[in-house]
């Protein structure tokens, strides 16, 4: 990433005479890609993949493009993204109706979607990186990520039990990483610890530090059908307004051992990844949310916008900012295009 440092001394003495001319190292294309400051590559692409209990395909309507897919189709997708050099995907589940209660039960079950799910891509495509969502909201029937209690509190502490538990059965399934997404305090501690007693040492965790309360997430709550039945997300996803706040929680999740820490949503957050990236020495992660996608899409669907072009310049923009890892729905089309 760039340094901020201008040697001023220098341009005070030129600028006078126009000695320097920026223009000539845009002149050609082998020129500008000689002096380009930043890269977007395909291994630093994480694919959002959405897994449901039925068969076959379904499109989401908010996110054109995207699909839940069946166990099976899934498999097929997973394959096909390695193959274009995608490094992981982050797998999150359709979990039906009749499935979910108040306290998330099904998101532990050993033969649950997840598990199953895991175990399959494990066995057809051994080489891919699957990570795991821990959060209880596509398990819940009231769409929260946490337990709730009898006046709409969603409770911190009972809620990292029943998250630890999911990651113990995510890791026992065979996820590389496991993601907490759900912003309750001290699961990154909780969830390692618990995951070393076991003797998953080498499964590692991918924290949401800096998940605000964003209104980017609507067309992903379309796609889980998870969006809260009550109240908003507002008392454990974070103020827009904070950047401290962010800081905060990132030296929180690195000193509970996080691997990679990451910020969400990624596009109008791009100040907290240039200060997260400052921050940490870890990895970041920026998350490229479902609102970010389907403002692309739909502008692109009206001609209004060139949609590979900005694309590519979105992603870019969050590298600038200095994200090392992009997830991002757009993923395969990038491999694609990178690959051309
Ligand atoms: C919930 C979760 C959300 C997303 C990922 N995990 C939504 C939410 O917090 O309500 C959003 C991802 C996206 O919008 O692409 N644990």
């Known amino acids: 990433m760039s340094s901020l440092i201008v040697p001023t001394n220098e341009i005070s003495l030129t600028t006078d005479a126009l000695l320097m001319r920026p223009r000539r190292l845009r002149r050609t294309p082998a020129l500008r890609r000689m002096v380009s400051e930043t890269q977007l590559s395909v291994n630093d692409l994480i694919y959002p993949l959405f897994v449901m209990e039925e068969e076959g395909k379904i499109e989401v309507s908010s996110m ?53 799910t895991v175990k399959a891509i494990k066995q057809a495509v051994p080489e891919i ?110 103020d827009t307004a904070n950047v401290r706040e ?38 970041v992660a920026a998350y490229n949310v479902s609102g970010e996608y389907a403002m692309i899409k739909a502008a692109a669907q009206q001609g209004w916008i060139d949609e590979k072009q900005v694309i590519l310049e979105t992603l870019t923009s969050m590298k600038r900012a200095g994200a090392d890892l992009i997830l991002t729905y757009f993923a395969k089309e990038v491999a694609l295009i990178l690959a051309s």
């Not at 509190?153 to 029943?162: A, F, G, Q, R, S």
């Not at 991918?206 to 507002?234: C, M, T």
């Not at 905060?248 to 051992?257: C, M, Q, R, S």
């Open 246 to 283: 962010a800081l905060k929680e990132v030296f929180l999740d690195v000193a509970e051992a996080a691997d990679i820490v990451m910020v969400k949503p990624a596009l109008a957050y791009l100040d907290i990844i240039h200060q997260v990236r400052h921050a940490t020495h870890l990895p």
């Open 64 to 116: 054109p493009g995207c699909y839940r897919y069946s166990l099976e189709l899934l498999l097929e997708e997973v394959a096909q993204v390695y193959q274009l050099g995608i490094n992981a995907i982050a797998l999150f589940p359709v979990i039906s109706e009749k499935k979910k209660d108040d306290t998330g039960s099904e998101s532990y079950n050993p033969e649950g979607l997840v598990q199953q």
């Open 129 to 238: 990186v699957v990570i795991t969502d821990v959060a209880l909201d596509p398990f819940t029937t009231h769409g929260h990520d946490g337990l709730v209690d009898e006046n709409g509190t969603i409770l911190n502490d009972p809620t990292v039990e029943v998250l630890v538990k999911m990651a113990l059965a995510q890791a026992a399934a065979g996820a590389d990483m496991v993601a907490p997404s759900d912003m309750m305090d001290g699961r990154i501690g909780a969830i390692r610890k618990a995951l070393d007693a076991q003797g998953y040492i080498n499964v590692g965790i991918l924290a949401y530090s800096a998940k605000y309360a964003s209104a980017y997430y609507g067309p992903f709550r379309d796609a889980l059908d998870s969006a809260p039945q009550f109240g908003d997300k507002k008392t454990y996803q974070m």
